[in-house]
């Protein structure tokens, strides 16, 4: 099993451009979740979905930011415009929903820098 | 979501046992009790959970207390690999998983 999969692994951007981070859930696994971590705040969630229904986004800092999971193989989360406060490393992580129990798997993280 | 206190940091020499406390004293009844690691620039990992009863497996021993206030996660032979942050988090269900400051574990050689 490859794990959870995160593109791209890095990116820099300029303040103002758009941003879209990828991910990809362990097969089977019905739930995912998008976290961001930053020294000052540490790892937030921001949103999840359950069989690819958002349920919820109250992590989501902004109108800027959004979250789709158009099927069970692959998110995005985008960022428009970006600022240089979203600079932080972006986690994707999925789970097999179901029996009382939660077991996140995450994935490598995606860095990003807003210049 | 039950409140945790964990050391802020933690030192342990290489190939002696870890002992990591976690105080959770406002724990529900239906809640588990989690642990993860974070190892410096990669994603969180799961390590062990348990309910009331203590629990090992190939990574970790998790001893609960009888009232399940507190709980110790346990490395029995700590490798440099094992230099980490640890998170204690209790969750019920399928909830989403809090995020605290945990302890940071350093394996001195």
């Known amino acids: 099993d490859a794990g959870v999969i995160q593109s791209p692994r890095h990116e820099v951007t300029e303040m103002g451009q758009e941003v879209t981070l990828r991910c990809k859930p362990i097969?089977?696994?019905?739930?995912l979740f998008w976290y961001r971590q930053t020294m000052m705040r540490g790892l937030e969630l921001l949103i999840y979905f359950n069989n690819n229904v958002p349920i919820d986004d109250s992590g989501m800092p902004e109108d800027r930011f959004s979250a789709k999971m158009p099927n069970a193989s692959f998110s995005t989360l985008k960022i428009q415009p970006s600022e240089p406060r979203d600079s932080a490393v972006y986690f994707c992580a999925s789970r097999t929903s179901g029996g009382g129990t939660d077991t996140q798997y995450f994935g490598p993280g995606t860095r990003l820098t807003v210049l | 979501d039950a409140k945790t206190t964990q050391p802020t940091s933690m030192d342990c020499a290489e190939g002696r046992a870890a002992n990591l406390p976690c105080n959770h004293s406002?724990?529900?009844?239906?809640?588990?009790v989690y642990w993860y690691r974070q190892i410096h620039s990669q994603g969180p990992q799961y390590i062990i959970h348990?309910?009331?009863n203590n629990e090992t497996n190939e990574m970790a021993s998790l001893i609960i207390t009888e009232d399940r206030k507190s709980s110790t996660l346990i490395l029995p032979h700590a490798t440099l690999r094992d230099t980490a942050v640890y998170y204690c988090?209790?969750?019920?269900?399928?909830?989403?998983?809090?995020f605290g400051t945990g302890t940071r574990l350093t394996i001195i050689p």
């Open positions: 406002t724990i529900s009844g239906n809640e588990y």
């Open positions: 988090i209790p969750q019920e269900g399928n909830e989403k998983l809090t």
């Open positions: 097969s089977g696994h019905n739930s």
């Open positions: 348990g309910l009331k």
